[in-house]
């Protein structure tokens, strides 16, 4: 069982940064696959990127490559999203969750946070 919690997010102005992280309680966390995803007012949940279990590989939606960064620290059971050149299309509620295996799609992962806002405006 691993129980994730977000924090990090905001308001902040387009072209401006925020940072997300993601703390899970268990001592399973360093086994895991790592991943955010966003949803925005009636779409559909989306990923953003992802990270591995040891962090030495790294996956990122077309949408946000070159703008965010994920990476983990095991030993603080923590994973971060940084979030540099924020749009007003990144605007949503997001999701840090962990699966067995990296997977881009929502059904691949097993515990989900409760989400985290990040509001961009323009």
């Known amino acids: 069982q691993v129980q994730l919690v977000e924090s990090g997010g905001g308001l902040v102005q387009a072209g401006g940064s925020l940072r997300l992280s993601c703390a899970a309680s268990?001592?399973?966390?360093?086994?895991?696959?790592m991943g955010w995803f966003r949803q925005a007012p009636g779409k559909e949940r989306e990923f953003v990127a992802a990270i591995s279990w040891s962090g030495g590989s790294t996956y990122y939606a077309d949408s946000v490559k070159g703008r965010f960064t994920i990476s983990r620290d095991n030993a603080k059971n923590t994973v971060y999203l940084q979030m540099n050149s924020l749009k007003p299309e990144d605007t949503a509620v997001y999701y840090c969750a962990a699966a067995r295996v990296n997977s881009d799609s929502p059904r691949g992962y097993d515990y989900w946070g409760q989400g985290t806002q990040v509001t961009v405006s323009s």
């Open positions: 268990g001592r399973t966390f360093s086994s895991y696959a």
